[in-house]
């Protein structure tokens, strides 16, 4: 419980700080990565109506509501465990191939084009898993700005 609690306020002051960093820039880097990873099936609102949705044998959940489905409360953790694989959702396919390539997998070499922003982000070691943590928290705080009261 401890445990669950301390690592959901981890991902929550590193979303924070991501988000202040964008905003800094002047650019929403969560919007941005959501219009690139999810705006296919989850609509660019969030809402579930994109292109590739009715082609799925699961609608995709309107994401705009996941706080008033969670009694007010973003579910930050389930959000980021769902981006990242640990939290298996079957329409996202196996880890071995998500629906969104290797685009969240933190591996060492990284096969296709990065954002130069990310890289910036990333620090001086230019660490590839820190590049796939902040774009899945950029995502995850972009949800949570977006949630329907």
Known sequence: MVKSAVKCLIIAGLAAGCAAA???EDLDVGKSEFQSSCASCHG???RGKGPVGDQLKTPPPDLTMLAR??????????????IDGSKTIPAHGTRE?????ERFNPIIKLPH????SYWKLAGPEQ????????????????LSRIQQK
């Open 44 to 46: 660019t609102d969030a």
């Open 22 to 24: 964008a905003q800094a």
């Open 127 to 142: 660490s590839p898993e820190l590049v796939v943590r902040k774009r899945i928290l950029s995502v995850v705080d972009y």
């Open 113 to 116: 084009y990065v954002d130069p």
């Open 97 to 101: 191939m998500p629906i969104w390539g």
């Open 69 to 82: 489905n969670n009694n007010g409360v973003f579910p930050t953790n389930t959000v980021y465990e769902t």
